[in-house]
């Protein structure tokens, strides 16, 4: 079974910047669409970017022009780099194929805090 392994979140100030990373245990970034998710505090996960295998991308309203996905050469990992942070994009976050495949188990996820 695919393990997915996310890191690079933290406390960051309003106006900062943050690149999460999401290892995963076989090259399924190159080889599926894929995407960043993400869970606010009693709130249910929501959909934050899309990348496809023709690295085309797809982002939310609420991070387009601040967030970009991209993944690594051999497609084992895959990126999300935040700019612009603001406080609402406190989360939890995740990082699965486009639609989620019911064979690949989700991360734990990595939290990303922005707060003065």
């Known amino acids: 079974q695919v393990q997915l392994v996310e890191s690079g979140g933290g406390l960051v100030q309003p106006g900062g910047s943050l690149r999460l990373s999401c290892e995963a245990s076989?090259?399924?970034?190159?080889?599926?669409?894929v995407g960043w998710y993400r869970q606010a505090p009693g709130k249910e996960r929501e959909w934050v970017a899309t990348?496809?295998?023709?690295?085309?991308?797809d982002y939310a309203d609420s991070v387009k022009g601040r967030f970009t996905i991209s993944r690594d050469t051999f497609g084992n990992t895959l990126y999300l780099q935040m700019n612009s942070l603001k406080p609402e994009d406190t989360a939890v976050y995740y990082c699965n194929t486009n639609p989620p495949r019911p064979d690949i188990s989700w991360g734990q996820g990595t939290q990303v805090t922005v707060s003065s």
């Open positions: 076989s090259r399924i970034f190159r080889l599926n669409t």
């Open positions: 990348l496809r295998t023709g690295s085309t991308t």
